[in-house]
């Protein structure tokens, strides 16, 4: 599989376009980030890669700048979908060997089970906040909802992820803040 040098030349010495440069240059690493919450961080690489070969093989659509960044997260958002679809849910496994495991391993699994119990487009308009920063106009644009959709999903997205994380939060003896 071909890897990004950081110059954006592919190692095959073909050369994107200068805007799809620009693009892979301003987003990969919240494209990359968004989709290690959705796949996980082994296959996150891959699909980052094929983001953006799909960006580079396709023409920019004439848009604002913001109207760009939700277009590269909309490819991002339908190959992590199809990902998960063609891959199954698969289940994590943890390997339970000692309970002195660092606070932040037990906040990530907890964490993750959590993202897993939101219902898809709750979770990914969560993710696209969240992770990679999109306003709510760049999220509605890249799931094709509209704008009032992304803040009650949103909404509800952060009421239930309080509700799973309350007690672990509770048992640390750490405060919740409350969720507006």
Request: include cysteine; aromatic fraction near 6%; proline fraction near 6%.
């Amino acid at each position: 599989m071909r890897r990004f040098p950081p110059s954006g030349v592919l190692v095959s010495g073909d050369v994107w376009p200068v805007k799809s440069q620009l693009l892979f240059a301003a987003h990969r690493g919240g494209v990359f980030r968004y989709l290690c919450r959705i796949v996980g961080q082994t296959d996150a690489p891959d699909l980052t890669q094929e983001v953006f070969l799909r960006v580079a093989r396709s023409p920019v659509p004439e848009t604002t700048a913001d109207g760009e960044r939700a277009w590269v997260f909309r490819i991002a958002r339908n190959l992590a979908l199809n990902y998960r679809r063609d891959h199954g849910r698969q289940p994590n496994t943890v390997e339970l060997t000692d309970a002195s495991r660092p606070a932040s391993q037990e906040t990530s699994i907890v964490m993750r089970q959590a993202l897993d119990r939101l219902a898809p487009m709750d979770r990914d308009v969560f993710l696209l906040r969240e992770v990679a920063g999109l306003s709510y106009g760049e999220i509605a644009a890249s799931c094709e909802i509209s704008h009032a959709a992304v803040r009650s999903r949103l909404h509800r997205a952060r009421q239930q992820l309080h509700e799973h994380l309350q007690p672990m939060l509770a048992a640390d003896g750490s405060s919740a803040r409350e969720v507006p």
